[in-house]
């Protein structure tokens, strides 16, 4: 199986609860939690500086509604928590080649929130549904399909719909 995703996200962030996927249901308390740069166990996430969602999206999530999470992953779109969809825009990560080895703390991937600057937010992840899973599937498919008859990666943002893909394929 091929995995495609976007850029700026890890597998479990858009696929971690995928099912038959080596994902979130195999993360334990210990193996999740976040060091601080000193290597100490952080209280609580990192605020996300600027707000979970990008600037000037509706609804936003404000940097204050991120302060004080646990040191643990969680589900953006959780509806007891932010509530933000997969289609709603959230605040960029940098991609720094040394801040990603600091961060990757050779091998352990424990201090990604002490070498960001988006703090808490490489802990969120999307929830999959059945439904989701099935629309997951097809756009990979569609996607991957792409990959071979064109040999390069495609970046889309914001996430497209499986509709916006298909086009894509078309025109293409």
Do not use: C
Not at 30 to 53: C, E, F, H
Not at 91 to 111: A, C, T, V
Request: proline share 4%; no cysteine; net charge neutral.
């Amino acid at each position: 199986m091929v995995v495609v995703y976007a850029e700026n996200r890890s597998f479990d962030n858009l696929y971690g609860n995928f099912p038959g996927a080596n994902g979130l249901q195999n993360v334990t308390a210990a193996n999740a939690q976040q060091l601080d740069r000193d290597g100490s166990v952080l209280k609580t996430l990192p605020t996300i500086w600027t707000g979970l969602t990008a600037t000037g999206v509706t609804s936003a999530v404000s940097k204050a509604m991120t302060t004080n999470l646990p040191n643990a992953p969680f589900a953006i779109d959780d509806p007891a928590g932010f509530n933000t969809a997969l289609s709603v825009t959230t605040r960029d990560l940098y991609h720094r080649f040394y801040e990603n080895q600091m961060q990757i703390d050779g091998g352990k991937s424990d201090k990604f929130a002490a070498w960001a600057d988006s703090g808490g937010l490489m802990m969120g992840h999307y929830s999959t549904t059945t439904r989701q899973a099935a629309a997951l599937q097809d756009r990979a498919a569609i996607h991957a399909g792409g990959q071979l008859l064109h040999g390069r990666i495609r970046r889309f943002v914001p996430e497209p719909s499986v509709a916006d893909l298909r086009l894509y394929a078309v025109l293409r």
